[in-house]
């Protein structure tokens, strides 16, 4: 590993990135604060809406909607990106305590029902729930966390026991996949706090992240819902006299980078788990997807707002069609 000299770090450092610098490749020379060549940002962070309780889940539908839940507030939200000056709407409420989101491209918008502990694709015309994803071995889900949809049409999500009942109906913190057909395999039992997950664009990998340790994984993917070895993939930057802090979302771009929030920010990672800078955001970001004109702006949804930060990076969008009708 190379390490830049401690009295160059120290000039640089912002008031919360003042630990020694690990990952798992290279320590790149972009600090906190400065702008990542070839990403950015290359414009200012412009606060979009705030007075949430706790944004989450944003969801980009690749022309005008940018939809994010408030899990607190039992709603999910929608901005319309070409109305900049609008504030957003409620697009539905009660939402379950949606969590992640995501869209399919086919006129449905995917969600987490942390209070359910289920999976479920919203209809955007009737904003009916559908189901996808609602047990394993005759027991509900503990609270469903994130997901996302690979060009088959199946689902991988995670299912951690935040807002879970107790006992948490699964016994398991876990990671799973959702087939075409609506056939639900358990992938990985043996994680504690999984929360944030992501497909590589050419959907070799997959990516989760845990909140509580600081190593973020990696699965080779063999086929649709079957994993190769758990791998550490990079270990996140800490704040200042802590450690053990995970991320909570992700996003990727077109080139395979990770965008990861964290307590210090976005952390961003190449696909060979190089540490690439970090971009800072005013609120400590919970999640993240890219959007907008060219698929080139960040919506970070941050504790009580919504950030828009723009790059010169594309993100990359995922949107296999998901069969409802194979719904179990």
């Known amino acids: 590993m190379y390490f830049l000299p401690v009295h160059v770090v120290a000039k640089r450092l912002s008031p919360l990135m003042t630990l020694g610098w ?8 972009t600090l906190a604060g400065d702008p990542i060549p070839g990403i950015g940002p290359i414009g ?28 607190p507030a039992n709603r999910i939200l929608r901005w319309d990106t070409t109305q900049p000056s609008q504030t957003p709407e409620i697009f539905l409420e009660p939402s379950g305590m949606c969590n992640g989101l995501m869209l399919d491209g086919q006129g449905h918008l995917l969600g987490c029902r942390m209070e359910f502990g289920e999976v479920v694709a919203f209809d955007l015309k009737s904003k009916q729930p559908l189901p ?12 469903t966390n994130d997901l996302v949809i690979d060009k088959t049409g ?16 699964q016994g398991k913190e876990a990671i799973y996949y959702r087939s ?4 639900i395999t358990r992938l990985d039992d043996s994680f504690i706090a999984p929360n944030g997950i992501i497909l590589s664009p050419d959907e070799s990998r997959l990516y989760v992240i845990p909140s509580l340790e600081a190593t973020m994984y990696v699965y080779d993917i063999l086929e649709p819902g079957r994993l190769g070895p758990r791998r550490p993939f990079c270990q996140l930057e800490q704040p200042s006299g802590q450690s053990g802090k995970g991320g909570d979302g992700l996003t990727i771009d077109s080139q395979g ?30 999640n993240v997807t890219f959007g907008g004109p060219q698929n080139a702006t960040l919506y970070v949804t941050a504790r ?13 969008r995922f949107q296999g069609p998901v069969p409802i009708s194979a719904s179990r």
Request: charged content about 15%.
């Open 180 to 183: 075409t057909q609506g056939v």
């Open 154 to 169: 199946g689902v991988y999500f995670t299912d951690p026991r935040y807002r879970a009942p107790e006992p948490w109906p």
């Open 132 to 143: 996808l994803a609602t047990q394993h071995q005759g027991k509900r889900f503990n609270a």
């Open 257 to 286: 980078n990770l965008y990861i929030t964290s307590a210090l920010g976005l952390q961003v990672y190449s696909p060979q788990g190089q540490r690439l800078g970090v971009i800072e955001v005013p609120e400590q970001p919970a």
């Open 44 to 71: 200012p962070t412009v606060k979009v809406a705030g007075d949430f309780q706790f944004t989450e889940g944003p969801a980009y539908d690749g022309v005008r909607y940018l939809y994010f839940s408030d899990i």
């Open 22 to 29: 690990l990952t798992c490749g290279w320590m790149a020379a």
């Open 304 to 316: 009580t707002s919504l950030y828009a930060i723009p790059t010169s990076a594309k993100g990359h």
